[in-house]
């Protein structure tokens, strides 16, 4: 327990007792994938138009739709993602970065990595656990 | 060509066990690993509907959903870390402040 | 040249903003945010000064700012199909005067209340300032309104406000009740006047004052049979204006105080003096009168309305002025005075004498602010001692009060040649020429001629009381002195009651034969600018009046008409004179015998009104049940049942984010079904 105000339990007892929950909400899971079913075996879906592999293939494909490149045999049925590709990467950072903050903490003045000396300059390594 | 009710059915079976490890399950890492089941799930029907309609966009997709499934992990054990640091345990039901 | 009109509505908003200010920092500002006031009055008086002018250059104005409801018609198919409730301005001759008049009288009452209030270190200043900026800014918005409804929304703004001011010592018993009063009584008149704006808009689908399609001169076309006016159980037109007019005029004699709704007013004297220099002199009271001015081209279409407004305002002046009489009190007294004097506009407007009423209204507000002021003054230097019997032989220790007071009560007594002289004289010449004609009205200024000597009594009465004689008690022999702040008021007011008589010297042009010096009469007869359907002539056109001469002429007529009113005038002014100009003056009032008492209790108009009201005390208290059990029964049912329910829904957030889990998964399974059921996905 941390003595910050903040992060500490609001209060103490609790109408609710979260120990005694069993497996009744695990029931609702079930319950969704009754109905998912129901729907799903009740749905039409269309007529299929299978996937025409194309002079490179399937992965090609999928390769040239990230980077916007001729796009070949697949030309109507995707488009370009490089934007998208862009985003995905700079989030992918931001979240190991974000990672990394919450990782780190203050121990006796120093900051303590949580993923080892490595990043710390060598001070007091592995003391955040990883 | 397989029906697409088999793939829907199975993503909807494994969504829903991601589901259940996620409503019954009190460690962090579960809920964690029960998301990613979660994630799969809907990527299988990307990948499904991609081949069914003859359209490479799901399957661009569901490497997309991949590669949002690690960010969310790295900030996901981040914040048991933190929830850790914090409580002591990595029980999800002993951090109570998120009400009213 | 920037347009003097597009300023208009801030002449509105800047008292408010005052009010704004002053309710919610007064308490931080100096002096309570008394300069706030100042500031936005005096804006707003400079404001209307430029669109004065801008009228005088020949402009004029309505421009409808913000149309709020837009409908296809009257449910059930009544009535005209169409209808616009809308929030505008009219600027013409009429309302830029009254404009002028408002703002200054608001602007001088701000600064004497510097005096009165600040200075006597009364409490809760800001809401005091707060209320005087809402009633300012609520006349100002009723004087440019440029349809009925939206002047009777800034109507009952202004009885709010008094309600407000009135009742502001509200931990003494008195100030409450009179509050209630006043604002019951004007609001009893105030229900015709709602019915009437209802009737006005089914009538003719329109409330507007100005322009083509106004429901003035739609009225005038509706007579002429040139516009088929919707009216109830298929009565003649000019009954059913009637009717209209009559129901409207219910506001208008509530708020001016005129018999039987005027039993408010004195009663309102609770109030702090300045209050009641504003009410009397340039808001509350005149609204009414002005409201009748307003719609002038609607009442003189209709010959019964104008002989009532002319006979309920010849009856209140002499009515009013009788009870006046006996009164002990300074400010007692002035509210009589007002009550007649607002009967005297009253019997000009019903006597076709509309430049004349808009003249007594002008000449009225600047020395009846003045007399109240000067009563203030001289309540301050009495220490809040009111009854003029314990007062005398002020008059060396006030001079700047007692030489303005004295102005302000010779122009109430109609002396020439103070301003109340010419415009009093005015309205009689007007009743008298037309009433010739009337025997109706001629009956009506009968009384108001009867007034004058009268009101010459009681107004002398009250000046020879405070200021003449020996010094009655001790502290009129050492009274409190008044500052800068009470004493320049009073002396703006004070020329104004002397000279504001000049600009309309109707019997001067009529005996001496000069051209052009009638200037109120040319304003007001758009000889500068304004609506050609709102000037003085086109009512003289559609009145129903002609004119009659006595002596063989308009001249002998003039001068003898003048000549009797203030042969009258000095009669009653003697009298007072040798009756309470000595050195110790004797109250005189048993001569009256058991006329005495009757006027004394005001003619047992409250008992009887008390007794007219626990007639209808049964269904009051009905509806009171109604109220208490149905209306507030519901709403604290809406509120508990929220309550209750937001307690126990309160509960579904336990903070654990499994259970948010579980509720999203039941939430879109339920979402599924619902929605699987209704599209029919299970079939």
Aim: some cysteine; proline content about 4%.
């Amino acid at each position: 327990m941390s003595d910050d105000p903040d992060t500490r339990e609001r209060d103490g007892p609790d109408e609710y007792d979260v120990s005694d929950r069993g497996l009744v909400p695990g029931l609702a899971s079930l319950l969704l994938f009754g109905v998912l079913a129901v729907t799903i075996l009740g749905a039409d879906f269309g007529d299929p138009a299978g996937l025409e592999a194309g002079e490179y293939g399937i992965t090609h494909g999928i390769g040239f739709a990230l980077f916007n490149v001729d796009l070949g045999a697949f030309a109507g049925s995707t488009e370009g993602f490089l934007a998208a590709f862009f985003i995905v990467a700079i989030t992918l950072d931001v979240a190991i970065d974000g990672a990394l903050y919450l990782a780190k903490r203050e121990s006796d003045g120093s900051i303590v990595s949580a993923v080892g000396g490595t990043f710390t300059r060598g001070r007091k390594a592995g003391e955040g656990g990883d | 060509m397989v029906a697409p009710e088999y793939y829907l059915l199975l993503a909807a079976a494994v969504f829903c066990i991601g589901l259940f490890g996620v409503l019954t399950r009190r460690e962090a890492l579960y809920f964690l690993m029960s998301v990613e089941l979660m994630l799969n799930a809907a990527n299988i029907n990307f990948v499904a509907f991609s081949a069914y309609y003859g359209d490479l966009t799901g399957q661009v997709f569901s490497l997309f959903v991949i590669a949002l499934a690690a960010a969310e992990v790295a900030i996901g054990i981040g914040i048991i870390l933190v929830l850790y640091r914090n409580f002591g345990v990595t029980d999800v039901t002993v951090p109570r402040g998120m009400r009213w | 040249m920037v347009d003097a009109f597009a300023y208009v509505p801030a002449i509105v908003a800047l008292p408010f903003v005052s009010f704004l200010v002053a309710l919610a920092f007064g308490k931080y500002l100096p002096k309570g945010g008394a300069f706030g006031g100042i500031a936005a009055t005096a804006g707003s008086f400079l404001l209307s000064l430029w669109v004065l002018a801008t009228v005088a250059a020949g402009g004029q104005h309505v421009e409808t700012l913000y149309t709020w409801v837009s409908t296809d018609g009257i449910a059930g198919g009544i009535g005209p199909q169409e209808i616009e409730l809308t929030f505008g301005v009219l600027i013409d001759p009429l309302s830029a005067l009254m404009l002028v008049i408002v703002t200054l009288i608001a602007m001088l009452v701000h600064v004497f209340s510097l005096g009165y209030m600040n200075d006597e270190g009364e409490p809760d200043l800001p809401r005091y300032y707060a209320g005087l900026g809402l009633f300012t800014a609520s006349m100002l918005g009723f004087v440019v309104a440029d349809n009925l409804l939206m002047a009777f929304m800034f109507f009952e703004l202004v009885g709010l406000c008094s309600y407000l001011l009135i009742g502001f010592h509200f931990r003494e018993p008195g100030p409450p009740s009179a509050a209630k009063k006043a604002f019951l009584v004007t609001r009893f008149g105030d229900y015709f006047f709602l019915v009437g704006v209802v009737a006005v808009f089914a009538t003719f689908g329109t409330a507007s004052f100005a322009g083509s399609e106004s429901f003035p001169v739609l009225a005038e076309h509706a007579l002429a049979g040139e516009f088929d006016a919707w009216t109830p159980f298929g009565l003649e037109a000019g009954t059913w204006f009637t009717a209209v007019g009559l129901l409207v005029l219910g506001g208008a004699i509530g708020k001016s105080a005129q018999f039987p709704l005027h039993t408010w007013l004195p009663d309102a004297m609770e109030g702090p003096t300045p209050v009641s220099a504003l009410i009397h002199a340039a808001t509350m009271v005149a609204a009414g009168v002005y409201l009748v001015a307003r719609m002038y081209g609607f009442y003189v279409l209709t010959p019964t309305t104008m002989a009532i407004i002319a006979f309920v305002g010849g009856f209140t002046a002499l009515f009013a002025a009788t009870m006046g009489l006996v009164k002990d009190e300074l400010k007692q007294v002035l509210a009589y005075s007002t009550i007649s004097q607002y009967g005297y506009m009253m019997l000009a407007l019903g006597a076709g004498g509309y430049v004349a009423a808009v003249f007594h209204l002008m000449t009225h507000a600047f020395f009846k602010a003045l007399l109240f002021l000067g009563a203030g003054a001289v309540i301050i230097a009495m220490h809040h001692e009111e009854n003029m019997w314990e007062m005398g032989g002020l008059k060396e220790k006030l001079p700047v009060t007692y030489w303005t007071f004295l102005a302000g009560s010779l122009a109430l007594a109609g002396i020439f040649p103070f301003a109340g002289f010419w415009s009093k004289d005015e309205i009689l010449y007007e009743a008298l020429v037309h009433g010739l004609n009337e025997p109706l009205l001629l009956g009506a200024w009968a009384m108001g001629l009867l007034a004058v000597p009268v009101t010459a009594f009681y107004t002398f009465r009250m000046v020879f009381l405070t200021f003449h004689g020996e010094p009655r008690t001790d502290v009129a022999r050492d009274p409190h002195p008044v500052r800068w702040n009470v004493k320049g008021p009073l002396t703006v007011l004070g020329v104004l009651a002397v000279v504001a008589g000049t600009v309309n010297m109707v019997p001067v042009q009529k005996v001496l034969g000069i051209e052009g010096i009638d200037l109120l009469h040319l304003w007001l007869d758009g000889h500068y600018g304004g609506f050609s359907e709102l000037t003085s002539h086109h009512y003289a056109e559609l009145g129903p009046y002609s004119s009659g001469y006595i002596a063989g002429g308009e001249v002998p007529t003039v001068l003898i008409g003048a000549g009797v009113s203030l042969a009258l005038a000095l009669g009653g002014l003697g009298l007072a004179w040798k009756l309470y100009n000595v050195a110790e003056p004797a109250e005189h009032t048993a001569a009256l015998g058991g006329v005495k008492t009757v006027l004394y209790n005001n003619y047992y108009q409250d008992e009887l009104q008390v007794r007219l009201a626990g007639v209808t005390a049964g269904v009051a208290s009905a509806a009171d049940t109604f109220d208490q059990g149905v209306i507030d029964g519901v709403v604290n049912g809406v509120s508990s049942v929220s309550l209750v329910s937001g307690d126990r829904i309160r509960r579904v957030q336990t903070g654990v984010v499994t259970h948010y889990a579980a509720l999203l998964t039941l939430g879109v399974t339920g979402l599924i079904l619902v929605l699987g059921v209704l599209g029919g996905w299970f079939l």
